[in-house]
């Protein structure tokens, strides 16, 4: 084979995994967003009816924080084996048991009808969830990143990163649809159809994610000294530092970003007595800016640096934190929708964007995935799933001030930031074993 047509097959199939790792992203957290939403929106009355709303609302969110307990179970199972057996048939397994889960919980029975059988099948089913895209984020950010050109695994690596937005984006999308139906058929009915449309996503996803290949730095890691026999021991024995490192800049998107998507949707709700479609259309923009912006957050980390980008978006989303609440509390649509997406297009896209080649290059290949997925997952753990909760707590312990949730936001933001600033520059490592880094080609 001639070198040009090597190139255009290489070319074809880190497109090709890139395309895969990107969809199979987007269905992951449309799955996972759309129980989000519905534990905001009407979960209490489905499965929690027999106690006040207040309490319901704490109820419905305490099984949507029970997702993200199981991530780091899920993050420790994938990343062994995609350590040991490779990327590849791990994706296959979480997109299937995340596929699987999500139709179940569209066809549960309600409090009403089952009694307590309902919530607990809803947070077992749940679980099963956490596990999923617990295992599902690595796995895909590092077929990305390991597949990219020189120089471009900042902007490969954030395609998957928009799989997040873009999964809000179609969940939201698809509850804004049921949610025109009367209040009788939603409840009844018409809450199931955002979940039962998954087993069609999944199936489309498993088609793509058999037709592409494994990377080449986990097959050179795998040739040069074979797969480490106990990865997750391995990570935690020889790379300590960053782990933490990893679990700390976490904290600037890990829970935040669940309070500019998840919380926000009750506190516009049942805090400012707003219609539902006021938050899920600002939350719907803003996830539609996000994905156009988190490319060019990565493309510009390819160029000045993972730090720089990640450390200014971290100062910034503090910032804001304030001027958020000022703009949503004015209970105008116009500029609660404007809140939203200067949050989640400015400095969630510059913390979230870099990420992704960040993990990437703070591990050796032999133990990356299981080092990428403890770091985030265990910072998904402490974070995503107990702020919504603790948000909604802080409102109603501040008698509905947002000042307590805004230092929530801001606090996190500068955790995040002192977590990257003790951090190294990673943007011209190799991701190789062994190996030099290249000479970086940057295109314009």
């Known amino acids: 084979m001639s070198s040009n ?6 070319a074809s199939s880190a497109s090709r995994t890139l395309t895969s790792s990107t969809i199979g992203s987007v269905i992951e957290w449309y799955d996972f967003t759309i129980y989000g939403t519905a534990a905001a929106l009407i979960f209490n009355q489905l499965f929690f009816s027999n106690i006040s709303p207040a309490a319901g609302t704490l109820a419905a969110f305490g099984t949507f924080a029970a997702g993200f307990i199981a991530r780091p179970l899920g993050g ?19 997109l299937t048991l995340m596929g699987g889960a999500t139709t179940l919980i569209g066809l549960l029975p309600t409090y009403q ?12 089913l749940r679980l099963v969830q956490g596990f999923a895209v617990g295992g599902e984020w690595g796995g895909a950010v590092l077929m990305a990143v390991e597949h990219a050109p020189d120089g471009k695994r900042g902007r490969y690596g954030a395609w998957p990163q928009t799989g997040v937005s873009a999964g809000l984006l179609l969940g939201t999308g698809v509850f804004s649809v049921v949610s025109l139906l009367p209040e009788p058929q939603l409840i009844s009915w018409g809450w199931r159809i955002p979940f039962l449309v998954s087993i069609l996503l999944a199936l489309v996803g498993l088609y793509i994610r058999f037709r592409i290949t494994e990377s080449e730095s986990f097959v050179a890691a795998t040739e040069s000294g074979g797969p480490s026999r106990r990865p997750l021991v391995e990570v935690l024995r020889t790379h300590p530092k960053q782990i933490l490192i990893a679990i700390g800049v976490r904290f600037a998107e890990g829970g935040n970003y669940y309070v500019f998507t998840v919380f926000i949707l009750t506190y516009i709700t049942q805090q400012l007595d707003l219609p539902r479609q006021a938050g899920l259309t600002g939350v719907m923009l803003a996830a539609a800016l996000n994905i156009a912006a988190l490319p060019l957050w990565g493309a510009l980390s390819d160029r000045i640096g993972r730090r720089p980008v990640f450390i200014g978006g971290a100062l910034f989303m503090a910032a804001y934190a304030w001027p958020f609440f000022w703009l949503v509390d004015t209970r105008s649509p116009v500029l609660i929708a404007l809140a939203l997406a200067i949050a989640l297009a400015v400095p969630h896209g510059a913390v979230f964007a870099p990420i992704a080649a960040f ?44 000042w307590s949730v805004a230092a929530l936001v801001a606090g996190g933001a500068l955790i995040a930031a002192a977590a990257m600033f003790a951090a190294p520059e990673t ?7 062994s190996k030099p880094a290249p000479e970086r080609q940057v295109d314009a």
């Open 113 to 124: 009808q089952i009694g307590i059988a309902a919530p607990a099948l809803l947070v077992l």
């Open 5 to 10: 047509a090597t190139t255009r097959a290489g």
């Open 427 to 433: 943007f011209r490592r190799s991701l190789f074993p």
């Open 76 to 94: 420790f199972v994938a990343g062994h084996y995609g350590d040991r057996l490779g990327r590849k048939a791990t994706l296959v397994m979480t």
């Open 359 to 402: 993990y990437a290059e703070l591990f050796e290949p032999r133990v990356r995935y299981s080092g990428v997925s403890i770091g985030y997952q265990m910072g998904s753990v402490l974070l995503g799933g107990f702020t919504p909760l603790l948000a909604t707590s802080l409102i109603l312990w501040s008698d509905g001030a947002s």
